[in-house]
């Protein structure tokens, strides 16, 4: 009998459940710094938002009286916090924004500091990067642009604003962090003219297009693109011995003023990471904006030490909006831009070759003219993964 | 592991169709009377029970019958009463062929089974058996998907005695295929599965003692595609009840692979005319979930591996037997439990080492998914066999009771519901003088016993997907079924033809149908 037992028994104890699972959740207290001269009865009613960025979900809550905010639940992972706030001062609206990586591996106690956003009279309203496939099946990146919207009331003149994109694609830390009060840049394209000869009217745009043309009719296009860019404002045109580059003559070309990986034609990342702004560099003309760049280099060496590449810094506050557009949420850790100049990040999640593009989302119409949101924020700023639409208001 | 092509397995299929040729041509030895009947490989699945043992060993002591059959069958379901995850009707072709074998004294067995399958009007699947998967599915949300398959399944066994006292067995099955469908976006599913089981079982007086071990490999590798120009498309990763993350893109790239390990014990006393089999069967798995883009439009630099599950499945079944020659009676009694811990694995893609190449770096891993299935049967079968001791009629009569539960931690989502059927079938054969008819009546009923659903948010997955889901397995129905078959004797080489029809209808309480219809023809010899 006590052998029966013992095989039935040893039969039992060959199956074992599984344990429930033994997971985990912290406390995440933020405090928001709004600075020595923010006033207290102000600082409750802030949005943090808590952006979990392998799973793209996010948790808000809104600061206390003390500017504190508590998430009680977090699970592990990678976050960004940002604040959002705007605030009206002497008749004039600001924003506030504030952005910190934050790492929920335990209990975190952690502060994000604010900064007051200046509003620019010039925006940037479109980036297309992605490119789209051809008929054959090829990628095609020719038709990508960047348009400009005028934001104010009143007709402001686009020469003599540069195009600049960040040295860092945004793969890896930024080198430059170092560098508080400036970006650095490996290329500078201009809109020509004396400071008077681009108006753009209010709610308006200009298309700086890569190649100024009908790319769904041209014979060098590709009718699978999404856009006509034979009536752009201006291109970008590579003046080199091979002559690569179409140069379109209906499209007056930009002014080439640094170009460091120069190539056959200016391309865009089409997964994504250009980091691009838009600025007035000081001086009056070409030759004066010139010296002031080349009064500006900055240098990297090569990881091997063998070479040396030059870049430049442009100062923040010369820059009037700024984007910064990452590959994927992934990736979203490695900030380029300041948090004075864009304190979130943007991106095509469709990724290169979907056609799509990134769109300032309209903040309201006024009689007709159209006010694009500007918090200084561009995870906020703009509609992610939507068809370009140059030169479209609404 | 690299699965061959649909080319290449067609190369594969055909050598293995020849060989099954051959072994069933071998097989149809004239000298050798072989009683078999329209039931004859019924008779065998419900007489031997250490065939269900799990222990290849126990092949020796399956009934004297060594019958083999070829046939060509065409399965038909169809209806709105299925699990989301499935197409509303799945119409399959298959040709099989098995035999069972005695040289000298050792016991083979082999079976082959091609089958092609249309799955239409599929909504939320981009998984080849989403059971297999779950919870860790892979879906997009553009419905009226059809599912091309194509598979091959070979299985053997063989058992031999070492001495008097000791048989030895080994039983391996393989499945290869291939799944794919036809609209944007497109996922190509290769799937490879695999089990070897080697067996000893000791003999001594009344007593049997058996033990098995088993070692299972599986591989699905999802290649998903939009052959539209400049589309993109959603594709979801189901994570648990009600939990998910998803990415927009013109590709996707998943591979599943499972290893699986385990084993049985089994112990049989036999006195008389009584006879007693309890075997307990063990495994414990382990699947990994890879994800990634391939190269062109690749965002994600690297695979990524950010998921695992580990899964129990524990079988304990008891067979007590009255063996009084003309009619056998059988009480099985069964618990089957499957369990399934998913972990998720923190992770951050970062540039490492001296070539700056990206990958992704893991931080932490979190248990965040549990489920419980308990499933325990009951089962009477009174066994009626004729003078030549072949099965002439078969009644069976359970009860199953089957609850589930499942949780995911933060969001907190749970699931819960038990139900109860009730099943009875009784098969007849009729023989006249130059051919003979078996028909079957079947009827179900299940109930269900309680439910509880408990899903954060109301997003369009919990309420197009989850919801009706949890509806239709907590849903009670009753089923009514019919088989009927004619077999004709033949006077050369084959011994005997056969056609043979099913019918099954189901009904669900909220007034939802399923009709199952199958019919095959073939030779049993």
Redesign the interface.
């Known amino acids: 009998m006590k052998r029966v037992l013992f095989?039935?028994a040893?039969?039992?104890i060959?199956?074992?459940?599984?344990?429930?699972?033994?997971?985990?959740?912290y406390k995440v207290d933020m405090m928001v710094d709004f600075g020595d001269e923010f006033p207290q009865e102000k600082k409750a009613g802030a949005k943090v938002v808590l952006f979990n960025?392998?799973?793209?979900y996010k948790v808000e809550a809104v600061t206390d009286q003390q500017g504190k905010v508590q998430f009680s639940?977090v699970?592990?992972?990678?976050y960004s916090a940002t604040v959002s706030y705007s605030l009206v001062q002497e008749e004039s609206v600001y924003y506030l924004n504030g952005i910190k990586s934050i790492?929920v591996?335990g209990a975190v106690n952690d502060t994000i500091k604010v900064f007051k956003g200046r509003l620019s009279p010039f925006v940037i309203k479109e980036f297309y990067f992605s490119g789209?496939?051809t008929?054959s099946?090829k990628?095609y990146s020719a038709d990508q642009y960047i348009e400009i919207a005028n934001n104010t009331d009143e007709i402001q003149y686009a020469d003599g604003i540069s195009v600049l994109e960040h040295e860092s694609y945004g793969?890896?830390a930024n080198f430059w962090a170092n560098i508080k009060d400036a970006i650095v840049v490996k290329m500078i394209w201009t809109i020509p003219g004396d400071g008077r000869q681009v108006p753009v009217l209010p709610g308006k745009s200009i298309i700086l297009a890569r190649n100024g043309m009908n790319h769904r009719d041209d014979p060098n296009g590709n009718p699978?693109s999404?856009v006509n860019l034979g009536n752009a404002d201006f291109e970008f045109y590579v003046d080199e011995e091979k002559k690569r580059d179409i140069d379109f003559p209906a499209v007056p070309n930009l002014e080439e003023d640094l170009f460091v990986y120069r190539g056959a034609d200016v391309a865009f990342h089409v997964?994504g990471g250009s980091a691009l702004a838009i600025a007035k560099i000081p001086g009056n003309n070409e030759l004066e904006r010139k010296q002031y760049i080349n009064s500006k280099l900055v240098s990297k060496t090569s990881?091997s030490g063998s070479n040396t590449t030059y870049f430049v810094k442009i100062a923040n506050k010369y820059v009037l909006d700024a984007v910064e557009v990452v590959?994927?949420e992934?990736?979203s850790?490695y900030k380029r831009f300041p948090q004075e100049l864009d304190a979130g990040y943007t991106l095509v999640?469709?990724?290169?070759?979907?056609?799509?593009c990134i769109r300032r989302k309209v903040y309201t119409v006024v009689q007709g003219r159209t006010i694009y949101q500007d918090t200084n924020n561009s995870t906020q700023d703009f509609l992610k993964?939507v068809d370009p639409r140059p030169k479209i208001y609404e | 592991m690299s699965i061959p092509g649909p080319k290449y397995m067609s190369k594969i299929s055909l050598s293995i169709l020849l060989f099954q040729i051959c072994l069933i041509a071998g097989a149809a030895d004239p000298d050798i009377v072989k009683p078999t009947n329209l039931l004859t490989f019924k008779q065998i699945e419900a007489g031997s029970p250490w065939l269900q043992s799990g222990n290849a060993a126990g092949l020796a002591q399956m009934q004297q019958l060594f019958p083999a059959e070829i046939k060509l069958g065409f399965n038909l379901n169809d209806d709105d009463f299925h699990s989301v995850f499935k197409g509303k009707s799945n119409q399959s072709f298959d040709f099989s062929s098995q035999s069972f074998r005695k040289i000298n004294k050792t016991y083979l067995f082999g079976s082959f089974n091609y089958s092609k399958s249309v799955e239409k009007e599929l909504n939320f699947s981009n998984n080849n058996d989403p059971a297999m998967n779950y919870p860790y599915l892979f879906i997009d949300t553009i419905g009226n998907d059809s599912y091309d398959r194509e598979f091959f399944k070979l299985a053997a066994i063989i058992s031999s005695p070492v001495n008097s006292k000791l048989n030895w067995g080994l039983s391996f099955d393989y499945k290869v295929g291939t799944a794919s469908q036809n609209r944007d976006p497109r996922p190509e599913n290769k799937v490879l599965q695999t089990t070897v089981s080697p067996g000893l079982l000791f003999k001594a007086n009344r007593f049997k003692l058996g033990a098995n071990l088993t070692y299972g490999y599986y591989n699905e590798d999802i290649d998903v595609s939009v052959v539209e120009e400049n589309a993109q498309h959603t594709m979801f990763q189901l994570h648990g009840p009600g939990v998910f993350t998803y990415h927009a893109s013109s590709s996707f790239y998943r591979l599943y692979q499972q290893q699986q390990f385990g084993g049985g014990l089994q112990t049989e006393y036999k006195s008389g005319n009584i006879s007693n089999l309890l075997h307990s069967d063990y495994k414990y798995s382990v699947q990994t979930i890879d994800d990634g883009r391939r190269g062109g439009i690749a965002l994600w630099a690297a695979t990524r591996n950010d998921a695992r599950l580990d899964g129990m499945d524990w079988i304990v079944k008891d067979v007590f037997s009255i063996d009084k020659g003309a009619k056998v009676h059988q009480l099985k009694a069964m618990l089957h439990v499957v369990n399934k811990l998913g972990t998720e694995f923190i992770q951050r893609l970062e540039k490492v080492g001296a070539t700056d190449l990206e990958h992704w770096i893991t931080y932490g891993e979190e248990q965040k998914y549990y489920s419980l299935r308990t499933n325990a049967e009951l089962n009477y079968q009174l066994l009626v066999k004729d003078e030549d001791n072949l099965m002439k009629s078969l009644f069976n009569a359970g009860l199953k009771y089957s609850a589930f539960s499942e949780k995911y931690y933060l969001p907190n989502n749970d699931q819960h519901y038990s139900n109860l059927l009730f099943a009875a079938s009784y098969l007849k054969l009729f023989i006249f003088p130059r051919s003979s008819v078996s028909t079957e009546m079947k009827f179900s009923y299940q109930l269900n016993l309680d439910n509880k659903q408990n899903l954060a948010g109301t997003i369009f997955l919990v309420e197009k997907m989850y919801g009706p889901e949890f509806n239709f397995l907590t849903e009670g129905f009753l089923s009514p079924g019919i088989s009927l078959a004619y077999q004709v004797p033949l006077q050369k080489t084959f011994d005997k033809y056969f056609i043979k029809t099913d019918f099954d209808w189901f009904h669900s309480m909220d007034g939802r149908n399923r009709t199952m219809f199958s019919f095959s023809t073939g030779l049993i010899f």
């Open positions: 095989v039935i040893s039969f039992l060959l199956g074992s459940c599984l344990k429930e699972p033994d997971y985990h959740s960025q392998a799973k793209a639940t699970e592990p992972g990678f790492h591996f789209c496939n008929p099946g990628g793969t890896g699978l999404p997964s990881v590959q994927d992934a990736r850790v999640a469709s990724g290169s070759r979907s056609g799509k993964d």
